[in-house]
Protein backbone atom coordinates (compact mmCIF):
# COMPACT_ATOMS: atom_id res chain seq x y z
CA UNK A 1 0.00 0.00 0.00
CA UNK A 2 2.98 2.17 0.60
CA UNK A 3 4.42 1.48 -2.45
CA UNK A 4 1.64 2.23 -4.22
CA UNK A 5 1.09 5.61 -2.69
CA UNK A 6 5.17 6.61 -3.37
CA UNK A 7 4.69 7.31 -7.07
CA UNK A 8 2.10 8.99 -6.51
CA UNK A 9 3.58 11.58 -3.77
CA UNK A 10 6.31 11.60 -6.19
CA UNK A 11 4.20 12.63 -9.03
CA UNK A 12 2.60 15.24 -7.20
CA UNK A 13 5.71 16.57 -5.85
CA UNK A 14 7.25 16.84 -9.38
CA UNK A 15 3.89 18.48 -11.09
CA UNK A 16 4.48 21.44 -8.15
CA UNK A 17 7.59 21.74 -8.82
CA UNK A 18 7.11 22.15 -12.57
CA UNK A 19 4.66 24.76 -11.95
CA UNK A 20 6.73 27.03 -9.78
CA UNK A 21 9.27 26.94 -12.34
CA UNK A 22 6.78 27.82 -15.30
CA UNK A 23 5.12 30.24 -13.20
CA UNK A 24 7.97 32.48 -12.02
CA UNK A 25 8.37 34.27 -14.38
CA UNK A 26 4.53 35.67 -13.16
CA UNK A 27 6.31 36.41 -10.15
CA UNK A 28 9.15 38.53 -11.46
CA UNK A 29 6.09 40.66 -13.68
CA UNK A 30 3.66 40.78 -10.36
CA UNK A 31 5.86 42.07 -7.69
CA UNK A 32 6.67 45.25 -8.92
CA UNK A 33 3.61 46.09 -10.10
CA UNK A 34 2.14 45.19 -6.90
CA UNK A 35 4.23 47.28 -5.40
CA UNK A 36 2.79 50.42 -7.61
CA UNK A 37 -0.13 49.44 -6.75
CA UNK A 38 0.34 48.97 -2.76
CA UNK A 39 2.06 52.32 -3.22
CA UNK A 40 -0.75 54.29 -4.76
CA UNK A 41 -3.43 52.92 -2.79
CA UNK A 42 -1.99 53.45 0.37
CA UNK A 43 -1.75 57.58 -1.12
CA UNK A 44 -5.51 57.39 -1.89
CA UNK A 45 -6.27 57.04 1.87
CA UNK A 46 -6.02 53.20 2.07
CA UNK A 47 -4.87 51.65 5.25
CA UNK A 48 -2.18 48.85 4.93
CA UNK A 49 -4.80 46.25 5.96
CA UNK A 50 -7.26 47.42 3.26
CA UNK A 51 -4.86 47.72 0.41
CA UNK A 52 -3.47 44.17 1.52
CA UNK A 53 -7.24 42.49 1.72
CA UNK A 54 -8.31 43.90 -1.41
CA UNK A 55 -5.60 41.74 -3.64
CA UNK A 56 -6.30 38.85 -1.17
CA UNK A 57 -10.29 38.84 -1.82
CA UNK A 58 -10.10 40.78 -5.37
CA UNK A 59 -7.12 39.76 -6.98
CA UNK A 60 -7.56 41.61 -9.90
CA UNK A 61 -4.72 43.82 -10.87
CA UNK A 62 -6.09 46.40 -13.37
CA UNK A 63 -9.50 46.59 -11.28
CA UNK A 64 -7.38 47.20 -8.12
CA UNK A 65 -5.87 50.23 -10.07
CA UNK A 66 -8.76 51.33 -11.33
CA UNK A 67 -10.76 50.97 -7.54
CA UNK A 68 -7.70 52.61 -5.96
CA UNK A 69 -8.05 55.60 -8.77
CA UNK A 70 -11.80 55.99 -8.01
CA UNK A 71 -11.85 56.01 -3.86
CA UNK A 72 -8.95 59.27 -4.50
CA UNK A 73 -11.46 60.86 -6.75
CA UNK A 74 -14.28 60.16 -4.15
CA UNK A 75 -16.54 57.79 -6.10
CA UNK A 76 -19.14 55.60 -4.23
CA UNK A 77 -18.91 51.96 -3.07
CA UNK A 78 -21.67 51.30 -5.72
CA UNK A 79 -19.97 52.82 -8.75
CA UNK A 80 -16.52 51.09 -7.87
CA UNK A 81 -17.75 47.77 -7.54
CA UNK A 82 -20.30 47.79 -10.80
CA UNK A 83 -16.92 49.30 -12.61
CA UNK A 84 -14.54 46.44 -11.19
CA UNK A 85 -17.79 43.85 -12.56
CA UNK A 86 -17.58 45.47 -15.52
CA UNK A 87 -14.24 45.46 -16.04
CA UNK A 88 -13.48 41.72 -14.58
CA UNK A 89 -16.22 40.22 -16.66
CA UNK A 90 -13.58 38.48 -19.02
CA UNK A 91 -12.83 36.18 -15.91
CA UNK A 92 -16.36 34.35 -16.66
CA UNK A 93 -14.98 33.66 -20.70
CA UNK A 94 -11.22 32.67 -19.44
CA UNK A 95 -12.59 30.43 -16.90
CA UNK A 96 -15.03 28.47 -19.00
CA UNK A 97 -12.76 27.84 -21.16
CA UNK A 98 -9.98 26.90 -19.20
CA UNK A 99 -12.15 24.93 -17.02
CA UNK A 100 -13.42 23.02 -20.24
CA UNK A 101 -9.52 22.13 -21.19
CA UNK A 102 -8.97 20.53 -18.03
CA UNK A 103 -12.78 18.48 -17.71
CA UNK A 104 -11.62 15.13 -18.49
CA UNK A 105 -8.51 14.88 -16.24
CA UNK A 106 -9.51 16.88 -13.18
CA UNK A 107 -12.12 16.93 -10.29
CA UNK A 108 -14.97 19.63 -10.23
CA UNK A 109 -13.69 20.97 -7.16
CA UNK A 110 -10.07 20.98 -8.54
CA UNK A 111 -11.57 22.82 -11.68
CA UNK A 112 -13.38 25.67 -9.82
CA UNK A 113 -10.94 26.33 -7.09
CA UNK A 114 -8.65 26.96 -9.78
CA UNK A 115 -10.65 28.78 -12.34
CA UNK A 116 -11.60 31.02 -9.08
CA UNK A 117 -7.69 31.81 -9.42
CA UNK A 118 -7.25 33.03 -12.94
CA UNK A 119 -5.73 36.03 -13.92
CA UNK A 120 -5.07 37.09 -17.99
CA UNK A 121 -1.52 35.78 -17.46
CA UNK A 122 -2.05 32.68 -15.25
CA UNK A 123 -4.56 31.86 -17.93
CA UNK A 124 -2.34 32.80 -20.88
CA UNK A 125 0.58 30.35 -19.30
CA UNK A 126 -1.90 27.33 -18.78
CA UNK A 127 -3.32 27.86 -22.45
CA UNK A 128 0.75 27.60 -23.38
CA UNK A 129 0.66 23.89 -21.33
CA UNK A 130 -2.63 22.43 -21.78
CA UNK A 131 -0.80 19.61 -23.03
CA UNK A 132 0.02 19.20 -18.95
CA UNK A 133 -4.03 18.56 -18.74
CA UNK A 134 -3.79 15.18 -20.23
CA UNK A 135 -0.61 14.38 -17.08
CA UNK A 136 -1.63 12.73 -14.03
CA UNK A 137 -1.95 15.11 -10.93
CA UNK A 138 -1.84 18.21 -13.35
CA UNK A 139 -3.75 19.90 -10.76
CA UNK A 140 -0.79 20.68 -8.71
CA UNK A 141 1.27 21.48 -12.00
CA UNK A 142 -1.66 24.46 -11.90
CA UNK A 143 -2.10 25.21 -8.60
CA UNK A 144 1.77 26.06 -8.35
CA UNK A 145 1.44 28.45 -10.99
CA UNK A 146 -1.98 30.12 -9.17
CA UNK A 147 -0.53 30.09 -5.72
CA UNK A 148 2.82 31.14 -6.64
CA UNK A 149 1.23 34.04 -8.24
CA UNK A 150 -1.36 34.65 -6.11
CA UNK A 151 1.31 35.34 -3.06
CA UNK A 152 3.58 37.42 -5.02
CA UNK A 153 0.64 39.86 -5.58
CA UNK A 154 -0.76 40.07 -2.20
CA UNK A 155 3.38 40.32 -0.77
CA UNK A 156 3.97 42.81 -3.48
CA UNK A 157 1.05 44.48 -2.30
CA UNK A 158 1.40 45.10 1.56
CA UNK A 159 5.05 45.50 0.80
CA UNK A 160 3.76 49.19 -1.71
CA UNK A 161 1.47 49.86 1.27
CA UNK A 162 4.52 50.01 3.55
CA UNK A 163 6.27 51.96 0.78
CA UNK A 164 3.93 54.25 0.17
CA UNK A 165 3.89 55.47 3.35
CA UNK A 166 7.49 56.54 3.56
CA UNK A 167 8.37 58.13 0.01
CA UNK A 168 6.86 61.15 -0.95
CA UNK A 169 4.10 61.93 -2.55
CA UNK A 170 5.61 63.16 -5.67
CA UNK A 171 7.51 60.48 -6.08
CA UNK A 172 4.23 58.61 -6.02
CA UNK A 173 2.25 60.51 -8.22
CA UNK A 174 4.61 59.76 -10.97
CA UNK A 175 3.65 56.12 -10.43
CA UNK A 176 0.84 56.62 -11.71
CA UNK A 177 1.59 56.18 -15.18
CA UNK A 178 1.44 52.24 -14.27
CA UNK A 179 -2.54 51.97 -14.63
CA UNK A 180 -2.05 53.02 -17.91
CA UNK A 181 0.53 51.48 -18.81
CA UNK A 182 -1.10 48.07 -17.86
CA UNK A 183 -4.34 48.72 -19.80
CA UNK A 184 -2.38 49.55 -22.77
CA UNK A 185 -0.44 46.28 -21.95
CA UNK A 186 -3.89 44.46 -22.24
CA UNK A 187 -4.94 46.22 -25.22
CA UNK A 188 -2.19 46.06 -27.75
CA UNK A 189 -1.96 42.31 -28.00
CA UNK A 190 -5.55 42.42 -29.08
CA UNK A 191 -4.88 45.38 -31.17
CA UNK A 192 -2.02 43.81 -33.04
CA UNK A 193 -4.44 40.66 -33.92
CA UNK A 194 -7.33 42.78 -35.02
CA UNK A 195 -7.59 47.32 -35.31
CA UNK A 196 -11.18 46.95 -34.58
CA UNK A 197 -10.35 46.45 -30.64
CA UNK A 198 -8.56 49.64 -30.97
CA UNK A 199 -11.30 51.49 -32.33
CA UNK A 200 -13.41 49.91 -29.60
CA UNK A 201 -11.24 51.09 -26.91
CA UNK A 202 -11.27 55.15 -28.64
CA UNK A 203 -15.03 54.82 -28.82
CA UNK A 204 -15.46 53.93 -24.82
CA UNK A 205 -12.78 56.76 -24.19
CA UNK A 206 -15.04 59.07 -25.95
CA UNK A 207 -17.97 58.14 -24.32
CA UNK A 208 -16.70 58.19 -20.72
CA UNK A 209 -15.37 61.37 -21.74
CA UNK A 210 -18.93 62.89 -22.76
CA UNK A 211 -20.82 61.09 -19.73
CA UNK A 212 -18.02 62.05 -16.84
CA UNK A 213 -20.16 66.14 -18.02
CA UNK A 214 -23.17 64.91 -17.16
CA UNK A 215 -22.28 62.28 -14.04
CA UNK A 216 -19.53 61.27 -11.96
CA UNK A 217 -16.02 60.02 -13.25
CA UNK A 218 -17.23 56.70 -10.95
CA UNK A 219 -20.09 56.21 -13.18
CA UNK A 220 -18.43 57.30 -16.61
CA UNK A 221 -16.37 54.80 -16.40
CA UNK A 222 -19.41 52.31 -15.97
CA UNK A 223 -20.97 53.49 -18.82
CA UNK A 224 -17.60 53.98 -21.11
CA UNK A 225 -17.03 50.31 -20.15
CA UNK A 226 -20.86 48.78 -20.79
CA UNK A 227 -21.43 51.32 -24.04
CA UNK A 228 -18.00 50.71 -25.66
CA UNK A 229 -18.28 46.41 -25.02
CA UNK A 230 -21.84 46.68 -26.53
CA UNK A 231 -20.07 48.48 -29.75
CA UNK A 232 -17.68 45.58 -29.99
CA UNK A 233 -21.08 43.27 -30.75
CA UNK A 234 -21.85 45.30 -34.02
CA UNK A 235 -17.87 45.64 -35.10
CA UNK A 236 -16.56 42.57 -34.16
CA UNK A 237 -19.70 40.62 -35.76
CA UNK A 238 -18.13 38.26 -38.46
CA UNK A 239 -18.75 38.73 -41.76
CA UNK A 240 -21.26 36.07 -43.61
Known sequence: ?????????????YMFQKGLQ????ILLGYIPVALTYGVLAAQSGMSIFELTMMSALVYAGAS???GANMIAASATAVEIIVATFVLNFRHFVMSLSFMNEIRDHV????????????????FAVSALHKEVAKEEKSVFFYAAIYLLAYLSWVIGSFLG??????????????????LYAMFIGLLVPSVKKELRFGLIAIIAMFI???????????????FGTLLGGLTGVYLLKEKR
Open 1 to 13: MEQASQPKRNQSF
Open 22 to 25: VGFP
Open 64 to 66: QFM
Open 107 to 122: SLKGRVGLALSLTDET
Open 161 to 178: GMLGEVIPEQLSQSMGIA
Open 208 to 222: NVIASQFVSSGWAIV
